[in-house]
């Protein structure tokens, strides 16, 4: 198993070094993006919260989506993660939402996706998606390397809106 720590540190000093704050939506990582953020010691300093948005009863009661939102829309896709990490952006009011949703195995998912399929999404002062393809069906394994995907895309994006 990776360390939580090492998979956040770069990404919580950046935002440390530029009092910047994350939020997290999180499906098929079970809470592992959310763990290495908060593993940081001084986390609170822009880790402001987040949730686990496993179902259709969690989008609904955590994030408020209405049914009307998900019209032409399903999970484990790119637009639907963008939906996600926006609604949470919102509620929490951070410079930066990560979100992810897919299927981490060792079955695929109720819409077609294969075990290994995830989408994230960054919503911030800048807006990418990103799908994520493992071909594995090891359901521990994929949750590390999504929860490190999102990291690493997430701080791609802090980069890129480097002075």
């Known amino acids: 198993m990776q360390d939580l720590g090492s998979m956040a540190q770069s990404v919580a000093a950046k935002l440390k070094e530029r009092r910047e704050t994350v ?3 999180e499906s098929s990582g079970g809470g ?3 763990a290495a953020l908060l593993s940081i010691p001084g986390a ?3 880790f402001m919260g987040g ?3 496993y179902t259709h009863q969690a ?3 955590l994030l408020g989506v209405p ?3 998900m019209s032409g829309l399903r999970s484990s896709t790119e637009p639907y993660a963008h939906l996600l990490a926006t609604r949470m952006n919102g509620i929490l009011g951070t410079t930066w939402t990560v979100s992810e949703t897919g299927a981490s195995g060792p079955a695929g998912n109720s819409y077609g996706d294969k075990p290994g399929h995830s989408c994230i999404a960054v919503v911030g002062p800048l807006k990418r998606t990103m799908t ?3 071909g594995d069906d090891d359901r521990v ?3 590390w390397v999504f929860a490190r995907t999102a990291l690493d895309f997430l701080e791609q994006c802090i980069d890129d809106t480097a002075d």
Do not use: D, P
């Open 23 to 25: 939020s997290v939506t």
């Open 32 to 34: 592992l993006i959310s």
């Open 44 to 46: 609170s300093a822009y």
């Open 51 to 53: 949730g686990v948005i």
């Open 59 to 61: 989008r609904r009661g």
């Open 67 to 69: 049914e009307e939102a």
């Open 132 to 134: 994520l393809e493992t």
């Open 141 to 143: 394994a994929n949750m």
